[in-house]
């Protein structure tokens, strides 16, 4: 789990079921959902998760790499991969 300063949202992460969650903590309401599930074995277990103190950014570590998103409404745009 992870928080920013600028923004009312919590970053949780979920290894049963390979998802993120972005939570407003006014509202009590989920923003947004991104699954890294597995799909025939192309994607690795994710490790852990950060946001960015403005809260538009965010770093997903999986087994493999890094990626960095844009945190967009309804869903996140990855600018940047580091294997």
């Known amino acids: 789990m992870h928080t920013c300063l600028q923004?009312?949202?919590?970053l949780t992460m979920s290894h049963a079921?390979?998802?993120?969650?972005?939570?407003?903590y006014i509202?009590?309401?989920?923003?947004?959902e991104k699954n890294f599930g597995f799909r025939?074995?192309?994607?690795?277990p994710?490790?852990?998760c950060a946001l960015h103190p403005s809260g538009y950014y965010m770093a997903v570590a999986l087994a493999d790499n890094i990626?960095?998103?844009h945190i967009l409404h309804?869903?996140?745009?990855?600018f940047n991969q580091y294997d």
């Open 7 to 10: 923004r009312p949202i919590i």
């Open 17 to 24: 079921d390979q998802s993120i969650r972005l939570w407003n």
């Open 27 to 32: 509202d009590n309401t989920c923003e947004l």
């Open 40 to 44: 025939l074995g192309e994607q690795k």
């Open 46 to 48: 994710l490790i852990s």
């Open 67 to 69: 990626r960095l998103y």
């Open 74 to 78: 309804p869903d996140l745009q990855e």
